[in-house]
């Protein structure tokens, strides 16, 4: 499948079962690796996993574009998007869509956790999955002294 006949595909979806029109992308991303699919809270767009068709068809493949619709309509309307919300659980039955993703054979899931340190000496900004030992490590850059800003949670939706 092509990335027009996609989104092709997701606006008449988007038509046929929720009603509304899809007014922005849907685009493939083969690293999106175990996932079938993602909605991106900050563009809108909605990513698919071509792996996802590939191994389990055409009709488990639109069900999780219906499970990324109830997101993407839900979360544009000001309503509960996240999975733990009524208004998605309600949406996601009515529509038809796939409760979870089918995890891709092989692949771990990973968190979706971020933790940012910047260098106090050339303001380097480092994003990593994992806690630094501050101590033991230094700017790449200039060696200066790493300092922990924040943590924060991936902010686009599976
Ligand atoms: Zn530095
Ligand atoms: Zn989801």
């Given at each position: 499948m092509e990335e027009k006949e996609l989104q092709q595909l997701v606006e008449g979806i988007s038509r046929s079962s929720?009603?509304?029109?899809?007014r922005h992308r849907a685009l493939f991303n083969p690293?999106?690796?175990?996932?079938?699919g993602r909605y991106m809270l900050g563009s809108h767009n909605i990513e698919m996993n071509p792996a996802q068709l590939e191994l389990f068809g055409k009709e488990e493949f639109i069900k999780i574009i219906k499970h990324e619709l109830c997101h993407y309509h839900l979360h544009l309307e000001g309503k509960?998007?996240?999975?733990?919300?009524r208004d998605f659980k309600k949406l996601l039955e009515e529509v038809g869509g796939s409760r979870y993703c089918k995890m891709i054979p092989g692949a771990r899931r990973q968190s979706g956790k971020r933790h940012i340190y910047v260098c106090a000496g050339c303001r380097a900004e480092y994003v990593r999955k994992r806690q630094i030992n501050v101590k033991r490590f230094v700017c790449g850059r200039c060696k200066g002294r790493l300092k922990k800003t924040k943590t924060f949670f991936r902010e686009n939706i599976d």
């Open positions: 929720f009603k509304k029109d899809f690293r999106l690796r175990t996932t079938g509960g998007y996240r999975h733990q919300d």
